[in-house]
T-cell receptor
C-alpha cells in the first residue's frame, strides 16, 4: 500500500522564523516520485517541487529547501525566513510514476503572522 | 495564463439535484485527472483519462457520478443526484513532463 503521512496538522510561526514541514511516505515501488504542493486560501494547488526516488540530492530554491532521505522515507520541506505570504496549506504527495494519480497526505496548515 | 480552466468556480445546489463541472486544459494534454478534496483532507482521485479513454475510475461512485472527455481535450464531471456528502472541492489536473500534475482553480460545491 502507498501512503503519505503529514503528522503536523497546523503550525504557527512569526514572520522571519524558519519552519520545517514533515512528510513521511510508504511505498513498495523502487521507482517513485515525491511532490510538494501549496494551496493558498484561493484553493488552487500550486506545484512546488518534484523529486525522483533515485535522486537524493537536496534542493534549494530561494527561501525553500527540501531534504529527501530514503533511509527514513522522509521528504521534508523547510521555509527559511518565513513571510506572511507563505501562509497556506502544504501537501506532500507520492506517485509510482507513469502518469499514475497522486496520493496526497492530509496537509499541514501553516500560519505566518507579522 | 493558467494551465487548466475550470467552471463554475462555485456551485450551490440542493440535495437530489443534478450538477456538472467543466474542465478545459489550455493546451493539449493526453492525461487528465479529476480529484475530490473534502475540507481538511488531501485530494483523492475520482477518475483518470488518457486521451478520451478512462484508465482509472475505481474510486468514482458510478451510481451517481459520471465523467467524459469526448474529444480528448476538455472534460465534464456530473453528479446526479447530489447528496450532502458530495460537498467538496472538485479539482481537475493535467500531466506534463516528468509526472508533474498541474491543477485548475477547482469548483467548490456546496450541497444543501
Amino acid at each position: 500500500a502507498q501512503k503519505v503521512t503529514q503528522a503536523q496538522t497546523e503550525i504557527s510561526v512569526v514572520e522571519k522564523e524558519d519552519v520545517t514541514l514533515d512528510c513521511v511516505y510508504e511505498t513498495r515501488d523502487t521507482t517513485y516520485y515525491l511532490f510538494w504542493y501549496k494551496q493558498p486560501p484561493s484553493g488552487e494547488l500550486v506545484f512546488l517541487i518534484r523529486r525522483n526516488s533515485f535522486d537524493e540530492q537536496n534542493e534549494i530554491s530561494g527561501r525553500y529547501s527540501w531534504n529527501f532521505q530514503k533511509s527514513t522515507s522522509s521528504f521534508n520541506f523547510t521555509i527559511t525566513a518565513s513571510q506572511v505570504v507563505d501562509s497556506a496549506v502544504y501537501f506532500c504527495a507520492l506517485t509510482p510514476g507513469g502518469g499514475t494519480a497522486l496520493i496526497f497526505g492530509k496537509g499541514t496548515t501553516l500560519s505566518v503572522s507579522s | 495564463e493558467a494551465e487548466v480552466a475550470q467552471s463554475p468556480r462555485y456551485k450551490i445546489t440542493e440535495k437530489s439535484q443534478a450538477v456538472a463541472f467543466w474542465c478545459d486544459p489550455i493546451s493539449g494534454h493526453a492525461t487528465l485527472y479529476w480529484y475530490r478534496q473534502i475540507l481538511g483532507q488531501g485530494p483523492e482521485l475520482l477518475v483518470q483519462f488518457q486521451d478520451e479513454s478512462v484508465v482509472d475510475d475505481s474510486q468514482l461512485p458510478k451510481d451517481r457520478f459520471s465523467a467524459e472527455r469526448l474529444k480528448g481535450v476538455d472534460s465534464t464531471l456530473k453528479i446526479q443526484p447530489a447528496e450532502l456528502g458530495d460537498s467538496a472541492m472538485y479539482l481537475c489536473a493535467v500531466k506534463r513532463g516528468y509526472n508533474e500534475q498541474f491543477f485548475g482553480p477547482g469548483t467548490r460545491l456546496t450541497v444543501l
